[in-house]
């Protein structure tokens, strides 16, 4: 008798799904310095929100006695003009930088998104009043608007946080009202009209989630913008206000102590500039990767 041979399926290892997500991380950590830089700004923004927890002193705790004083055990930074801990001052002004950094594009979106959709969608009088207002916004500088505005209403991390917002709406909506010009006739779109479907919810789940992703981008590259508005504010004197600390004003406050205690001014400088870097190349980052045409 002759054997028969029989053939046994070999079962195929199942291929993961892609998805534009998942395509996007997959861009995103092929980039080495975006990925170093969100580490980095993932500390600061970390050290923000625990800083009650991390520093050692609290920020408006002082010792005469301790004025200008070198690194030491007890202070590992030194001590400001004042004596209190140049640590724990650093460490509390990044919850400082990152509230306004995060909030102010935050207040930008809340005000330019839905201007700049209802532009984009419907067009016509809606559109040419929008636009008017963005040429009108453009035309004076953002920061000598929020000086005005701060010399009327006065200064403090609120009314700083909500001036600069203010100033801010104006990309987030030329942005929005491009990005729905350019989807409000797409297939998708005529489709989800054809069968009756709401103008609200068309613009809510059709157009926005695929504009979503510039929009992510703009708000990450705006957050080092906020935070050199509210350092340069707090440098003249016009923003956050002691004793809540501000890199800006730690700048201002030390500068004049540079030959004798030097880190009481380089030390904010260098976290103001360590601060705008780590964003920007997290923003370039996600710009390249939730690009649609990059290719794998």
């Known amino acids: 008798m002759s054997a028969v041979a029989t053939a046994v399926p070999v079962p195929r290892k199942r291929q993961a799904r892609s998805s534009p997500w998942g395509d996007a991380w997959r861009r995103y950590r092929r980039n080495r310095m975006a990925l170093v830089s969100a580490f980095i700004a993932g500390l600061i923004l970390f050290c923000g929100i625990f800083a009650s927890l991390l520093a050692p ?40 930088s990152m509230i306004v950094g995060f909030f102010v594009p ?59 917002g203010i100033t801010a709406w104006v990309g987030f909506a030329r942005l929005t009202r491009a990005q729905f010009f350019a989807l409000r006739d797409r297939e998708f779109v005529t489709a989800a009209r054809a069968i009756g479907t709401p103008p609200w919810r068309i613009m809510l789940n059709h157009i926005l989630p695929n504009a979503a992703g510039p929009i992510i981008i703009l708000f990450v590259l705006a957050i080092p913008g906020a935070v050199f508005g509210e350092a340069g504010l707090s440098f003249l004197g ?48 996600l710009r390249d990767a939730l690009d649609p045409n990059a290719l794998e």
Request: proline share 5%; net charge negative.
């Open 238 to 285: 016009l923003g956050v206000q002691d004793p809540i600390p501000s890199w800006g004003k730690m700048i201002t406050e030390g500068g004049q102590y540079m030959q004798i205690a030097p880190l009481v001014a380089l030390l904010p400088m260098l976290c103001i500039g360590l601060t705008m870097l780590s964003f920007s190349f997290v923003g370039d980052g």
């Open 57 to 96: 002193h609290p920020y408006d705790y002082s010792v005469l006695a301790d004025t200008l004083q070198g690194p030491s055990f007890q202070h590992l930074l030194g001590t400001d003009e004042v004596g209190r801990d140049l640590l724990s001052r650093i460490i509390y002004g990044a919850r400082t």
């Open 106 to 164: 935050a207040i930008g979106v809340l005000i330019g998104l839905p201007v700049g959709a209802a532009a984009g969608w419907f067009g016509g009088r809606i559109d040419y009043v929008v636009q008017r207002l963005v040429e009108m916004f453009t035309a004076v500088p953002t920061i000598l608007l929020a000086i005005l505005l701060v010399t009327i209403y006065g200064s403090g991390l609120a009314n700083v946080t909500l001036f600069l």
